[in-house]
T-cell receptor, first 113, second 115 residues
Framework: DTEVTQTPKHLVMGMTNKKSLKCEQH?????MYWYKQKAKKPPELMFV???????INESVPSRFSPECPNSSLLNLHLHALQPEDSALYLC????????????FGPGTRLTVT | AQTVTQSQPEMSVQEAETVTLSCTYD???????LFWYKQPPSRQMILVIR??????QNATENRFSVNFQKAAKSFSLKISDSQLGDAAMYFC????????????FGQGTELSVKP
């Protein structure tokens, strides 16, 4: 099973709301990633978790807060977002070795009003 | 820092024909990995093919093959017998051997397939 699942598929939130995105994989992968993608642009890396520890934070604003409760689950907590944060948020996972490819989830389409 | 360049924002191919998408990259490293990802409209990004830099042999996956020229830092993707389902955004990506799994993407090439 090479599936990464993400919920919800779509999310509309106001600038004062708090919401969370969820990502799950059951492939035994030990690295998980959050990306932000604007239309017709490549994904931009936000965070990397390796063995449930945050290993890379690409200078993401603090209104985005990642969490990795266990090796299969990755959350992204959202608070006080701006309209320019509207985008497709992709989760990915990969095996331990550097050569292992990343498997992407279908994404959550976020709209901030 | 590494960079990846895809110089063709859009490409078009006739069904059943062959098309080649270009990708060049810049790095000072000798060990790395290169990938082509496909993202159909409103659909999931999937891996098409990967290449380890230490391998001289070009990777092949069914109708997809690469032309990897390490000295020229070029990594093009050839799609043979193009099908309507090949229409998508294609991203070339670079992954360093030792940088925590970070993928560096090119800007993408949007491929359309004409029936």
């Amino acid at each position: 099973d090479t599936e990464v699942t993400q919920t919800p598929k779509h999310l509309v939130m106001g600038m004062t709301n708090k919401k969370s995105l969820k990502c799950e994989q059951h492939m035994g992968h030990r690295a998980m990633y959050w990306y932000k993608q604007k239309a017709k642009k490549p994904p931009e890396l936000m965070f990397v978790y390796s063995y449930e520890k945050l290993s890379i934070n690409e200078s993401v604003p603090s209104r985005f807060s990642p969490e990795c409760p266990n090796s299969s689950l990755l959350n992204l907590h959202l608070h006080a977002l701006q309209p320019e944060d509207s985008a497709l948020y992709l989760c990915a996972s990969s095996g331990r070795q550097a050569s292992y490819e990343q498997y992407f989830g279908p994404g959550t389409r976020l709209t901030v009003t | 820092a590494q960079t990846v360049t895809q110089s063709q924002p859009e490409m078009s191919v006739q069904e059943a024909e062959t098309v080649t998408l270009s990708c060049t990259y810049d790095t000072s490293e000798s060990d790395y990995y290169l990938f082509w990802y496909k993202q159909p409209p409103s659909r999931q990004m999937i891996l098409v093919i990967r290449q380890e830099a230490y391998k001289q042999q070009n990777a092949t996956e069914n109708r997809f093959s690469v032309n990897f020229q390490k000295a020229a830092k070029s990594f093009s993707l050839k799609i043979s017998d193009s099908q309507l389902g090949d229409a998508a955004m294609y991203f070339c990506a670079y992954r360093s051997y030792n940088q925590g799994g970070k993928l560096i993407f090119g800007q993408g090439t949007e491929l359309s397939v004409k029936p």
